[in-house]
């Protein structure tokens, strides 16, 4: 794996044979985590047109191998909330700042 991405000086780390191997299994780790996302999209799509709504899909003895369940989802639109009540929004607002790791583009 060859990164080509420079760093500007002041905030570079230099990397051991061991650290390194684990960026290359983060990369992997990725690319693998995508790759069974896309799996899962084309299985969902699969099962989701001939399974309908609140039903099992069975085997040929009638056993239960998966479920299709209703579920449900809520939100608070937080523009709408904001405009109509800003001190509402402007007590309960809250960002929490973290750090990630990010991978060049190849």
Known sequence: MT??????????VILDAYQLKAVQ???KARELSELAKSLEVDTKAILNDVIPAG???????????????NAKTSSVDRAVLKS???????????????????????
């Open 3 to 12: 990164i080509t991405t420079t760093a500007p000086a002041p905030s570079t």
């Open 55 to 69: 039903s099992y899909g069975v085997d040929y003895q009638g056993t239960v191998l998966i479920e299709r369940q």
């Open 25 to 27: 299994n983060l990369q």
């Open 84 to 106: 109509l009540f800003p001190e509402a929004f402007s007590a309960t607002y809250k960002e929490t700042l973290y750090t990630k790791l990010v991978l060049p583009k190849a």
